[in-house]
C-alpha cells in the first residue's frame, strides 16, 4: 500500500533552518509529481511547493520563495523540503503528498502524517 | 490569485444530507478537488475531478461543479463524517494549487 513518511520536525529558533524529509513507498515514487503542503495550528491548509517527477520543474508559494528549496532523490524514494531563514509564521505541521497521475494540475491523492516544526526562541 | 470560499461551518443531524460549498470565479470550468481531515489526522482526498471517488471513499459522498459553485454532498451522514473539508484547485495564473479556507462539519 500507498505510505508516506515525514521525518525532521523539530523546534527551531528563529532565523533557523531544517531539513525535513518525506521517505515512500507502495509506488512507483520516479512516476510522480509531489508537494509540501503546510498546517499553522488550528488553521487551514497552505500549499508550500511541488516538484516535477525528474525534478525538472518546481514551484513555490511566495511566502517561503527563496527561503525554501524542495528536492527529490528518486533512487531513495525520498522527498525533501530546506529551510533557511526560519520565522514563527512557518510554524506548522509539514505534510507530504503525492499528486496524482495528471502531473502538476492533479489531486493530492495520498498524504502523510506530517511531522511538527515549531519556530521559537 | 485565485479565491476559493468556504462557509466556516456546517451543522447536519444524522441521517441527512451535508452539502459543503466552495465558490470561485467560475470555478465550473476548473477541476476541483475534496479533502476530508478528521481531528488530529492528516487530511484524505474524498472527491477528485468534480466528481469522481478514490477507492474507499463511500458512494455517499459525491461532487458536483457549475458556474460559480463547486458542492461536496454528503448522504445519510454519520457521526464518523464530522470533519474539516476542504475544496481546492488549480491556479492557473500561478500555476499552483490553491485551497479553500476549509469548511467544519458538525454532526449533530
Known amino acids: 500500500q500507498v505510505e508516506l513518511v515525514e521525518s525532521g520536525g523539530d523546534l527551531v529558533k528563529p532565523g533557523g533552518s531544517l531539513r525535513l524529509s518525506c521517505a515512500v513507498s507502495g509506488f512507483t515514487f520516479s512516476d510522480h509529481f509531489m508537494s509540501w503542503i503546510r498546517q499553522s495550528p488550528g488553521k487551514g491548509l497552505e500549499w508550500v511547493s511541488y516538484?516535477?517527477?525528474?525534478?525538472?520543474?518546481?514551484a513555490y508559494a511566495d511566502s517561503v520563495k527563496g527561503r525554501f528549496t524542495i528536492s527529490r532523490d528518486n533512487g531513495k524514494n525520498s522527498l525533501y523540503l530546506q529551510m533557511h531563514s526560519l520565522s514563527a509564521e512557518d510554524s506548522a505541521t509539514y505534510y507530504c503528498a503525492r499528486v496524482g497521475e495528471s502531473g502538476a494540475v492533479a489531486e493530492l491523492d495520498y498524504w502523510g502524517q506530517g511531522t511538527l516544526v515549531t519556530v521559537s526562541s | 490569485s485565485y479565491v476559493l470560499t468556504q462557509a466556516p461551518s456546517v451543522s447536519v443531524a444524522p441521517g441527512q444530507t451535508a452539502r459543503i460549498s466552495c465558490g470561485g470565479d467560475?470555478?465550473?470550468?476548473?477541476?476541483v478537488h475534496w479533502y476530508q481531515q478528521k481531528p488530529g489526522q492528516a487530511p484524505v482526498l474524498a472527491v477528485y475531478?468534480?466528481?469522481d471517488r478514490p477507492l474507499g471513499i463511500p458512494e455517499r459522498f459525491s461532487g458536483s461543479n457549475s458556474g460559480n459553485t463547486a458542492t461536496l454532498t454528503i448522504s445519510r451522514i454519520e457521526a464518523g463524517d464530522e470533519a474539516d473539508y476542504y475544496c481546492?484547485?488549480?491556479?492557473?495564473?500561478?500555476?499552483?494549487?490553491?485551497f479553500g479556507r476549509g469548511t467544519r462539519l458538525t454532526v449533530l
Open positions: 516538484i516535477s517527477d525528474d525534478s525538472r520543474y518546481t
Open positions: 475531478d468534480d466528481n
Open positions: 481546492q484547485v488549480w491556479d492557473d495564473s500561478t500555476d499552483h494549487p490553491v
Open positions: 467560475n470555478i465550473g470550468g476548473k477541476s
